[in-house]
Structure formats: C-alpha cells, structure tokens
C-alpha cells in the first residue's frame, strides 16, 4: 500500500472516531438536559399517556405542591393541572413522602367538585418519582366503607329487633304452661303468642326481602311490567287491612302504562306505602294511589291525610329499622323496613321515590320509574274518571308535593 493509501485511510479512520466521540458527547448532552429538565419538574416522557389510561383518579404534583399532570378522574375532586393541591392532610402526605424510598399512604377526607358535593373517604398513595416530582394515587372507599357500616348496623339492629318477639313467645309459651287450667287465660295468651309469633314471621319475611334487595345479584324476574297490574295487586292485597280501619282506597290517573322490571317486587313496593297510609290515617279518611305518565318516566304517588311526619324525621323515614312515632309503630304491628324495601326496590329498577308531607295534614310518596313503550296491540293510554286529586290532602300555596 503506497502511502497516499495509507494516508486515506488514516484520515477515514479518523473521521470515524470523531464521529462516534461526537455521538457519544451529543448524547450525555441530551441525557444530562432530560436529567435538568426533570430535576426542575417537566413531566417524564409518557407519564400523560399513562395517567390517561387509568380509571382511577391520579396526579403529578411538583415541590410547590402545584398539579402538573392528572389523570381524567382527578376533575371529579377538582384537582385539577395548573392548582396547587387542596387542604392540609394531603400536602403533609406529600411532605412525608420526599426523601424516602417507599410509598406513603394516608386515609384522609377529600370533597368532590361534582355531585354528591360532600367529603369523600379516600386512600391517598404518595411516591416520589423524581427529586421535584410526587405521583398521588387516590382511591375513593366512601361507599365501601358506608357499605360495611351499613353491614354492621343491619346485624346489630335486626338482633334487637328479633330479640323482642322471641322474647314474648318465650314469655307466653311458659305462661300458657302456667295456666293450663284456666282456660280463659290460655285462650287469651295464645291470642297474644300467635300475634308475636306473626310479628315475628313478617320482620323474618320483610328482613329476608330487604337482604334480597340490597345483595349484589341482579334481579332475575325482569319483564314487561303493566303498571296497571302492580297497582291491582297492591291495591287487594290491602283492601281487607283498610276496611277494618275505616280507610277508602281511591284509585286514579293514567291507565295503560308500562315498565321494566319484577312485578313482585314492584307490588310489594307499591303495597307498603299503601300499608303505611292506611296505618297511618284516621277512620274515615281517604288514602290515594294515582298513576302519571310523565316525559320517559311513571310516577305512582300514594298519599294519605293521616298524622304527616316532621321535616327533622323526613331524610331518616328511609332508613331501616327507624320509625318517626315508635309506640303507634308498635301498636301497628310496624317492623320498621316497609319504606327500606321501597327505596331499596325502586332504586333496584332504576328509579327513585320522593316525599312530601306536612305535620296533621298528611303524607305523599311518589315512586319514579323508567317507562317504557307499551307492547305492540295494548291500546292507548287513558286516564279513569275518578282523578287522585280528590284523595290528595289540601295544600297551601308554596307547598311543593
């Protein structure tokens, strides 16, 4: 090889090393910058793209405690990019989680932006991903939580509630013993024994149903349900029980009406708030069921001119187990679930119920339904002559039903 070869290929070789120590430069370069850049708090590469993904609500959050990324759930607790983190208990988690090499988790309230606008129990996971820069994970255990206090509330207040009946039966059985020669007093304590002993047998049914209701399991029955047929059943079951208290059952509205869902539990329903406006109501008195066909929906409003129930028991009529007058509820024969299994069975069908009611001048439940079209050859709607209106109890002007 002459030497203007040689040359040639030692000013190539050359060119070559320089170019891999320039590649080399160029890239320590770039990677002390990403370094810089994530040091002073930009977001690293594909941090968005995974926040978007997650269901759950997630943020990045840098040393001033300011939002720079969040996933699309966090705008549900108005965290949002661009605002500094909300509230104490959170930032001193974030404090807790810089300079160490494990996750912080707290359990702490958070309110949300949105509808139901009330604190939320969250669990809030902090981990530090660069020096600037903290990931919060946020998962909200409110109804988790309300569910198994609901849970434990059930088990102790369905104990004492049994503990009454079983206790009498007890107490009636050893004093039917007792009299056995007396006839009189047998007959009279197995009167009361076989009263508890169906007290007893209805707070069994009613808690059995109420478990039903309130389990994860769909409901199976599911149909076509006429409107028309649920009030009939509602309607008979009842007709003995308000004839002995001296209560008309007057029945109105629109005819016709269709929706989806389990006829059973639609009449039970429907047959207790008519239960409770008959035990309710003075002799003599009405107790309306009216049908509405409104826009998508049906309303079924069941109003009595009975006691009423004050506004401070209003929100709590609801619960189980709670009754706003206990000793008539007794005397009744009320277990205290009737309207428990209504909200809990019409929101099973994706409705609602609502009440009005004014102290001494009566009640209004109004279940709301999603309607459906009426079956193919069932004739049109219609409204019966007889109109709800006549049983509802007289309002004042600016009463809302």
């Given at each position: 090889?002459?030497?203007?070869?040689?040359?040639?290929?030692?000013?190539?070789?050359?060119?070559?090393?320089?170019?891999?120590?320039?590649?080399?430069?160029?890239?320590?370069?770039?990677?002390?910058?990403?370094?810089?850049?994530?040091?002073?708090?930009?977001?690293?590469?594909?941090?968005?793209?995974?926040?978007?993904?997650?269901?759950?609500?997630?943020?990045?959050?840098?040393?001033?405690?300011?939002?720079?990324?969040?996933?699309?759930?966090?705008?549900?607790?108005?965290?949002?990019?661009?605002?500094?983190?909300?509230?104490?208990?959170?930032?001193?988690?974030?404090?807790?989680?810089?300079?160490?090499?494990?996750?912080?988790?707290?359990?702490?309230?958070?309110?949300?932006?949105?509808?139901?606008?009330?604190?939320?129990?969250?669990?809030?996971?902090?981990?530090?991903?660069?020096?600037?820069?903290?990931?919060?994970?946020?998962?909200?255990?409110?109804?988790?939580?309300?569910?198994?206090?609901?849970?434990?509330?059930?088990?102790?207040?369905?104990?004492?509630?049994?503990?009454?009946?079983?206790?009498?039966?007890?107490?009636?059985?050893?004093?039917?013993?007792?009299?056995?020669?007396?006839?009189?007093?047998?007959?009279?304590?197995?009167?009361?024994?076989?009263?508890?002993?169906?007290?007893?047998?209805?707070?069994?049914?009613?808690?059995?149903?109420?478990?039903?209701?309130?389990?994860?399991?769909?409901?199976?029955?599911?149909?076509?349900?006429?409107?028309?047929?649920?009030?009939?059943?509602?309607?008979?079951?009842?007709?003995?029980?308000?004839?002995?208290?001296?209560?008309?059952?007057?029945?109105?509205?629109?005819?016709?009406?269709?929706?989806?869902?389990?006829?059973?539990?639609?009449?039970?329903?429907?047959?207790?708030?008519?239960?409770?406006?008959?035990?309710?109501?003075?002799?003599?008195?009405?107790?309306?069921?009216?049908?509405?066909?409104?826009?998508?929906?049906?309303?079924?409003?069941?109003?009595?001119?009975?006691?009423?129930?004050?506004?401070?028991?209003?929100?709590?009529?609801?619960?189980?187990?709670?009754?706003?007058?206990?000793?008539?509820?007794?005397?009744?024969?009320?277990?205290?679930?009737?309207?428990?299994?209504?909200?809990?069975?019409?929101?099973?069908?994706?409705?609602?119920?609502?009440?009005?009611?004014?102290?001494?001048?009566?009640?209004?439940?109004?279940?709301?339904?999603?309607?459906?079209a009426a079956p193919d050859g069932t004739p049109a709607p219609k409204k019966t002559k007889k109109k709800i209106a006549r049983a509802l109890p007289a309002r004042t002007k600016g009463d809302a039903p």
């Amino acid at each position: 090889m002459n030497p203007t070869q040689l040359a040639l290929v030692a000013l190539l070789a050359g060119a070559v090393v320089g170019l891999l120590i320039a590649g080399l430069v160029i890239a320590a370069l770039r990677a002390r910058d990403k370094a810089r850049a994530q040091a002073d708090g930009d977001v690293p590469p594909g941090a968005r793209e995974v926040l978007a993904a997650l269901d759950e609500a997630a943020l990045i959050v840098d040393a001033s405690f300011v939002i720079v990324a969040t996933s699309p759930s966090a705008e549900l607790f108005g965290l949002r990019e661009g605002e500094a983190i909300p509230g104490d208990e959170l930032r001193e988690l974030l404090r807790a989680s810089r300079g160490v090499s494990h996750s912080e988790t707290g359990t702490l309230r958070l309110r949300r932006s949105v509808a139901p606008a009330e604190p939320r129990l969250i669990v809030a996971r902090a981990s530090g991903i660069t020096p600037r820069l903290t990931l919060v994970l946020v998962r909200d255990i409110t109804e988790r939580e309300r569910l198994a206090e609901m849970r434990r509330d059930f088990v102790a207040n369905t104990s004492h509630e049994l503990k009454t009946p079983v206790g009498a039966v007890t107490l009636l059985a050893e004093a039917i013993e007792s009299a056995a020669d007396d006839p009189d007093q047998v007959r009279s304590f197995a009167t009361r024994l076989s009263a508890e002993a169906t007290r007893l047998g209805n707070l069994t049914s009613r808690i059995m149903s109420l478990s039903r209701l309130q389990s994860s399991d769909e409901l199976t029955e599911l149909r076509d349900v006429a409107i028309d047929e649920v009030i009939t059943s509602a309607v008979e079951t009842h007709a003995i029980a308000a004839e002995s208290a001296g209560v008309t059952l007057v029945r109105g509205g629109d005819r016709g009406l269709y929706v989806r869902g389990d006829v059973q539990v639609l009449s039970e329903a429907v047959g207790n708030l008519i239960a409770n406006a008959i035990a309710y109501s003075p002799p003599a008195s009405q107790v309306g069921v009216g049908v509405r066909g409104v826009t998508d929906a049906v309303e079924i409003a069941v109003s009595d001119r009975g006691i009423g129930i004050p506004e401070s028991d209003q929100q709590r009529v609801f619960e189980r187990f709670y009754r706003a007058d206990y000793a008539r509820s007794r005397r009744t024969g009320g277990t205290g679930l009737g309207l428990s299994i209504v909200k809990h069975a019409v929101q099973r069908h994706g409705g609602e119920v609502q009440l009005w009611s004014r102290p001494g001048r009566g009640s209004t439940f109004t279940i709301r339904l999603p309607a459906i079209a009426a079956p193919d050859g069932t004739p049109a709607p219609k409204k019966t002559k007889k109109k709800i209106a006549r049983a509802l109890p007289a309002r004042t002007k600016g009463d809302a039903p």
